[in-house]
């Protein structure tokens, strides 16, 4: 990790659960799994999300050409700014680093269908336009007025921990002030389609997604954002400690015992059958995908719950899983907790979140 | 800031002027360039627009591919893609330059960071079709979409262990890749850099980019009065970096010095630059202030110059505006078209070796100066006596980077 420990200033989420994390954590603190639909075709259990509210924060006529997957972003950099209620003066001293595991799907393929049903001398200009991965951070850039560094990142699994560790630099560096990072994805027919066909499972038993043998996957969609800075201010819910990235075998060394883990399982056996080497003998584990479902950048959803946690002084019991059955404070442990994401080739990331130290 | 000193010990690179880098500078500097037709794909467009294609050189890199993985695990995915392939290609020839075997690379804390744009996107043509018309095609196309991120692959074909991010930040990718790679040794996060960046032609970008209205007829010219817009290219970018104190205690000669990084977004439009150049500006002043130098000291830079009317435009009067009418400024995109995701690297490689060589490159193509960019490109190869360049990228979404290199001394250690 770089010497700088960002703070996480401010929190902005759009799930399954509605929007804000206090919609998230409500959910999680309900131990009610949230609604979900059933995908017509792949009979797949999904959580979609709904970011109608970005009106609150822009005008209609500004979204006219924005889709659905930048809707649930922009709306998340509003939530995240807002709620960590810095006026930000300085726009050319804020960051901006968006990431997502495979980028704008629905435009990705709208293009293509333009394509196909009209002939390549009408390819459409706009869902070209915004099918290029770093519409993420363009537009979040525009409606907000930053210009200090930015980036888009599209790094599968790896997506949440890089963007993390890349925001450290860019603050360390001081090339940035603040950076306002944000992650998520969008829920498509052809994932729906691919994830059947890589023998995901329909169950709706409690145990998603800590059946670490099972796949059980739910595919789900929604964005996170954060605001990070240099230093943490009264109303900071956490710091990044530490950032670690290495294969299966050495992870569990860099796991501190003491530590509470929130793993970013999503019901994919591969990868399922790492994080029960990991949490073997070791407690309490918690994971929270039954809250906001399967999804590549799942890791900044439990990073965004650890931080609330740590800001709570209180871990909920799991309830949807029925895999961590006890609550957990604090008193007794130290306020850190290990966001674990394991990937199906064994490689792991952990983000360690602590107490803001003001 | 940092005491650490960022070098840049190995370069290599593919692309439409060549298959490895002394070919392709030769190429460029006697104003030799290749383009045609795409044959790489197929379009149904009836006036296809030339492009860059890499020559067919790829085949010792798959076999080396197949000498790593097994054919199970080929067929699971790790079968590379042509961005990979090519991201490989450039990437050996950087390693060989910077003399690091690769089992002793192996047990460095080595970071890889790329730039991509088609590398990342899951644009399989035929598996869309056939799923559009419910024909339950088989996955595998998307396997190894999931198995060839760019840094992810790579990092694993080579079995390094550090960071690893893929950026697909469109056009600036490739800078951006090297940018951060130099943040991380900064901030001791690795030891050694594999960074830049690596983009094939496909048909989904050249229609997009038809459909942007943005693609020329004939072969480009940057800055040109009479200019119509970019040709689409293919290849990539790679540099080794590594910390000083690295490269020095293995004797290993610096190429150059990777003294500052710059970036900045315009927050304007979607697509188009903002006209006074305001986030390119910052990130140039950005770039500067880390390598702790003044604009004076810049004695060239290879311009981002797509051939756009408004790229160019906004690109040469925000260079004209900072170091004068009479700046040397070229545009190598006129010899490789426009790589997107590994413009950045390619074109990084390229101002090292400018400052190494002393020479600047013409602009193919440049014929009649625009007083609306003001900057006037050269024709000819030409001398130069500069001890920092910089290389600029510009990108889609109004993001902005700027990569300054300072020349080292022919053979000198850091």
Redesign the interface.
Known sequence: ???VQPALLGIGVVSTCGVGLNALWKKVLSRKQPEYTIDEKSGLLTYRADAAELKRFMQPRRLRRIDPFLRMALLAAHLAIEDSQLELPQ??RV??LMGSG??P?GN??G???S??DY???????LL????????L???I??A?????????????N?TTT?MF??A???L????ADYVLVGAGEEVHP?GQ??TQ??GATVREDANYPLDFDACNYRPGEGFVCMLLGRKPHGKAYARIQNIW???MEAAGRSLASKNALFLAAQGDAREGRHYKRLTAKRSPAFAHAAYYGSLCTGDIFEIALAARAIRENHIPPEGATQFQKDSLDFQSRERTIDCLKARP?GKVHIVRLNPPLL | ??DVQVMVTGMGCICGAGENLPQIMENLYHVQRFPAPPTVFE???ETPRPVFMVPDCLEPARKRVRRRWNQKELQAGRDPNRTNLMALTAAEEAREQAGWKLEDLQRKRVGVALGT?VG????H?PF??A??KYQNPD?GP?RRY?QN?P??WLA?CWQL?G????????CSSGA?AIG?AK??L??D?CDIAIAGGADELS??TY???????ITAPSPCKPFDKNRTGLNLGEGAGILVLEKAEEATARGQAALGKLAGFG?????????APHPKG??LR?ALD?SLS?AGITRQAIGFCNAHGTSTPENDKAEGRTLADCFGEDFPVTSTKSFTGHTLGAAGGIEAVFTVQALRDQKLTATAGFQEADPECIIRPPRQTLPLSARYGISNSL?????NAVLLFQKTEQGDQP
């Open positions: 990790m770089t010497p726009k050319h960051g901006v495979h980028g799907l990705t393929f293009f293509q269908d394509v196909i002939g390549e001398k009408c390819g459409s200009p070209f336009a915004n099918s290029v991965h770093n519409a951070s363009a537009q850039s525009i907000l007025g930053l210009t200090g560094p930015g980036h888009t990142i599209t790094a599968f790896s890089e560790r890349a450290g630099c860019w360390e560096s001081q090339m052809v389609y691919v066909a890589e990235t290495g294969k080739d | 800031m940092t379009t149904e467009l744009t990342c996107t899951l644009n043509g869309y079709r799923w559009r996955i998307v999931m991120n840094a992810d694993d262990e960071p690893c991010i893929t950026i697909a930040n469109a951006d951060l943040l991380w900064e901030s996060l048909n989904i229609v997009g980019f038809s459909a942007l209205q970036s900045h977004l315009d927050a304007y439009h979607p697509t305001l986030g910052r950005q880390q990108a889609f979404g109004g993001s």
